[in-house]
């Protein structure tokens, strides 16, 4: 292997790696799960689906967005959160497929 494919596996083992703690959260995997579905929801819809606080559930909307998961889209006073790429939502597919969930 040469030295510059080691450093581009390295560069996508980072990537791999920040993305999958970005996601490593119960209700990150429950909002990806209900985007990947519904394709934009807005803050109130995805609190009151989960049954949890909305600050809460704001904390992990904006920490996704920062990370690249997830954007918005304004309509109004509304924000509306969406996927960057169902590329996540393919992951946590995968996940539930493996064995490591049996």
């Known amino acids: 292997?040469?030295?510059?494919?080691?450093?581009?596996?390295?560069k996508r083992i980072d990537k791999a790696a920040y993305v999958?703690?970005?996601?490593?959260?119960?209700?990150?995997?429950?909002?990806?799960?209900?985007?990947n579905e519904k394709s934009?929801?807005?803050?109130?819809?995805?609190?009151?689906?989960?049954?949890?606080e909305q600050s809460l559930i704001s904390h992990h909307l904006i920490n996704m967005r920062d990370k690249g998961i997830l954007d918005i889209r304004r309509?109004?006073?509304?924000?509306?959160?969406?996927?960057?790429d169902n590329a996540v939502s393919e992951i946590i597919d995968?996940?539930?497929?493996?064995?490591?969930?049996?």
């Open 1 to 10: 292997m040469t030295t510059e494919r080691v450093i581009d596996d390295e």
């Open 20 to 35: 999958l703690k970005a996601v490593a959260h119960p209700l990150r995997i429950k909002i990806i799960q209900m985007l």
């Open 40 to 52: 934009e929801l807005n803050v109130s819809a995805i609190y009151k689906n989960l049954n949890a």
């Open 75 to 84: 309509s109004g006073k509304n924000i509306y959160y969406f996927l960057v």
């Open 94 to 102: 995968c996940i539930y497929k493996s064995k490591i969930l049996n």
